[in-house]
């Protein structure tokens, strides 16, 4: 189905509330390498996608593919190990309809983490980004999870998009990273469609016009969550630095992806734990 209305959205909903006794208000969507953080998780009750009507089920290495609802620092939480990508065959309104269903459960903040490849030349593999803006060259090119007939009910059919990512949210991942004197990064992520990894001469362009770091998720999630009315946080991990030499030898390979996961998901956690214990 290329659109989806309230009808999904409640019916995924539904299902989500009669398996668990949990109410969230925080959403997180965890991107590759990532998905351990919800071991903190107390009274967790596990839901696979494919049993949640209209969700679209992970197929990349890295994405377990389930719902983890429960209780984490205070907040009832609701946490995707992973996610589904446009590359996969999936449209943008499928993507993000998990986004929708938490909406309708009254999800109003929302936290989404990806690895990321860095292209800031002062970037290295492992590093955390705090994301200040997005570049949506998909929806520049007319893929929109928006795309199609707006419901008012669920959110202006031209929202605005000047505070993406929350600034009282930033604030309080900074000061978490300064706490626990995590290195956090701040910088401008851009979604390419995928699933192959950049040209050199692509990298090369995305510099230039002013990315910091490049992936293959997070954008459309955003917007949609900003359409929804929520308040969104983003974190890139940095997997690997892009290659913009054609003569380089090395090579970007997904395993390197998810590696960097394992290494940093420690540092991530953290700050995420310190950004729920500070937020009301």
């Given at each position: 189905?290329?659109y989806?209305?309230?009808?999904?959205?409640e019916?995924?909903?539904?299902?989500?509330?009669?398996?668990?006794?949990?109410?969230?208000?925080?959403?997180m969507i965890?991107?590759s390498?990532?998905?351990?953080?919800?071991?903190e998780?107390s009274?967790?009750?596990v839901?696979?996608?494919?049993?949640i009507p209209?969700?679209?089920?992970?197929?990349?290495?890295g994405h377990?593919?389930?719902?983890?609802?429960?209780?984490?620092?205070?907040h009832g939480?609701?946490i995707?190990?992973?996610?589904?990508?446009?590359?996969e065959?999936?449209?943008?309104a499928?993507?993000?309809?998990?986004?929708r269903?938490?909406?309708m459960l009254?999800?109003d903040?929302?936290i989404v983490?990806?690895?990321?490849?860095g292209?800031n030349p002062?970037y290295q593999?492992?590093?955390?980004?705090?994301?200040?803006?997005h570049m949506?060259?998909?929806?520049?090119?007319?893929?929109?999870?928006l795309?199609g007939?707006?419901?008012?009910?669920?959110?202006p059919r031209?929202?605005?998009?000047?505070?993406a990512?929350?600034?009282?949210?930033?604030?309080?991942?900074?000061?978490?990273?300064?706490?626990?004197?995590?290195v956090?990064?701040?910088?401008?992520?851009?979604m390419?469609?995928g699933?192959?990894?950049?040209?050199?001469a692509?990298?090369?362009?995305l510099?230039m016009?002013?990315a910091?770091?490049?992936g293959m998720?997070?954008v459309?999630?955003?917007i949609?969550?900003?359409?929804?009315?929520m308040?969104?946080?983003?974190?890139s991990?940095i997997?690997?630095?892009?290659?913009?030499?054609?003569?380089?030898?090395?090579?970007t390979?997904?395993?390197?992806?998810?590696e960097?996961g394992k290494?940093?998901?420690p540092?991530?956690?953290?700050?995420i734990?310190?950004v729920?214990?500070?937020?009301?």
């Amino acid at each position: 189905m290329e659109y989806y209305g309230r009808a999904e959205f409640e019916e995924s909903a539904e299902l989500i509330r009669q398996r668990t006794s949990h109410r969230p208000t925080v959403g997180m969507i965890l991107g590759s390498g990532l998905s351990g953080l919800v071991s903190e998780v107390s009274s967790p009750d596990v839901i696979p996608y494919a049993e949640i009507p209209h969700f679209p089920v992970a197929t990349v290495a890295g994405h377990i593919g389930e719902l983890v609802i429960g209780r984490w620092q205070g907040h009832g939480v609701a946490i995707m190990r992973g996610r589904a990508h446009f590359y996969e065959g999936y449209s943008l309104a499928q993507a993000t309809l998990p986004l929708r269903a938490m909406r309708m459960l009254g999800v109003d903040t929302l936290i989404v983490t990806n690895a990321a490849g860095g292209l800031n030349p002062q970037y290295q593999a492992g590093d955390l980004m705090l994301l200040v803006d997005h570049m949506n060259l998909m929806g520049m090119g007319g893929q929109s999870p928006l795309r199609g007939p707006n419901d008012d009910s669920l959110g202006p059919r031209f929202p605005d998009m000047t505070q993406a990512y929350d600034l009282g949210l930033r604030g309080l991942a900074k000061e978490a990273a300064l706490e626990l004197g995590v290195v956090l990064r701040e910088g401008v992520y851009v979604m390419l469609a995928g699933p192959a990894f950049e040209t050199p001469a692509e990298i090369r362009f995305l510099r230039m016009i002013g990315a910091d770091a490049v992936g293959m998720s997070t954008v459309h999630e955003v917007i949609a969550a900003r359409h929804a009315g929520m308040r969104t946080l983003g974190f890139s991990l940095i997997s690997n630095t892009a290659i913009a030499e054609p003569q380089a030898e090395s090579e970007t390979t997904h395993e390197e992806v998810l590696e960097a996961g394992k290494q940093a998901a420690p540092r991530l956690t953290a700050i995420i734990r310190g950004v729920l214990r500070r937020l009301q």
